[in-house]
């Protein structure tokens, strides 16, 4: 897997950075679109407005057809450099998935700008961070907000460390960012823990409130949501940042080092505690936590529901009333839509 990685162009996330921004654009232009076709009636009703609903629907499956590029082109990265299956697998994924939404979009399924809308705010939260520089004004430093960011949260995760007993050295990362921990292990082995962007729980943050702010529903319930996702999904991104730093500083996971080391590729005994650690159990009770996450979300602001319902028609092909099943207040998902009543 080492040669693969080696084979995977440095450029390739200039690429994708920059493809992300189109896309976003792209996913914007087909939300503006979309609004621009609808009038509040006297009655509160929402009615289409001719011809630029078809604009919109065009714009916003273009959309969904860049996505499906920008997941195919990071693909190698999650898998060969990250060496992440889990965010390997769903890279891949999203590239048909991506597809089959654009189709359905295009063919008719209205819901699906919904889930247009809320891509377009994910983006518009998650792309400053990932790309905006650190500028020069007038002789003074402005900051990335990345490296804000990330130094908030290696602090944050520092001092937890130091509640159990672990106090590794802060350090400057590669970037030059105070982001980094070195430990020293038992045969003086020198073993370093940085906290990046991927650590920090934007990602997680950025998708739940785009899917609240997407939706149409009472800005109290709305602030309500986002009350509930934002801080758990911190808190427990916190606890995360921790567990891998003491799990893999201390070596604490250091089991079935061959057996590890080949299913990731590595040849570094010493990272088999990180591999365990944050590709194994983190990825993986992140899963089940985002779940938790989503159930109280919608216990909040079920109008939600209609984006989780067309995703799991685009996996299973079959139609749900999840607000039934769950013992919710209907979403009303026509409010959400041209044409539909509030």
Request: proline fraction near 5%; hydrophobic fraction near 50%; charge should be negative.
């Amino acid at each position: 897997m080492a040669g693969i990685a080696g084979a995977v162009p440095p450029w390739l996330l200039d690429v994708t950075d920059v493809l992300a921004w189109i896309v976003v654009g792209a996913f914007a232009l087909g939300a503006a679109l979309e609004i621009l076709t609808r009038r509040e009636s006297d009655d509160g009703a929402l009615d289409a407005v001719g011809d630029p609903l078809e604009t919109a629907r065009t714009v916003s499956a273009s959309a969904w057809g860049l996505f499906a590029l920008f997941w195919l082109l990071l693909f190698p990265h999650f898998a060969f450099v990250h060496r992440s299956y889990v965010e390997g697998v769903l890279a891949l994924v999203a590239v048909p998935a991506c597809l089959y939404a654009g189709y359905l979009l295009w063919t008719g399924r209205d819901t699906l700008f919904l889930l247009s809308r809320a891509t377009a705010i994910m983006g518009l939260i998650y792309l400053p961070f990932e790309t905006i520089p650190a500028v020069t004004v007038g002789g003074l430093r402005v900051p990335a907000p990345r490296e804000v960011l990330i130094e908030i949260v290696a602090a944050q995760t520092g001092f937890l460390m130091s509640l159990f007993g672990s106090n590794p050295e802060l350090i400057a990362g590669p970037q030059g960012y105070q982001n980094t921990y070195e430990f020293v292990a038992s045969d003086g082995q020198i073993l370093q823990f940085s906290v990046v962007l991927a650590c920090t729980g934007l990602g997680s943050i950025a998708i739940f409130a785009g899917l609240i702010a997407a939706v149409r529903a009472p800005l109290g319930r709305k602030l309500r949501a986002l009350g509930v996702a934002v801080p758990i999904i911190y808190g427990l991104n916190l606890v995360r940042t921790t567990f891998i730093g003491i799990a893999f500083g201390e070596q604490l996971l250091h089991v079935f080092p061959n057996l590890v080391l080949t299913m990731f590729g590595g040849s570094d005994p010493y990272r088999v505690s990180w591999y365990v650690s944050d590709r194994i159990i983190s990825q993986l009770l992140a899963v089940v936590a985002l779940v938790g996450v989503t159930y109280l979300v919608v216990r909040e602001l079920p109008e939600i529901l209609t984006i989780i319902e067309d995703v799991l028609f685009m996996v299973t092909g079959d139609e749900y009333d999840l607000s039934e099943t769950l013992d919710l207040p209907r979403s009303q998902a026509a409010s959400q839509l041209p044409g539909g009543d509030d």
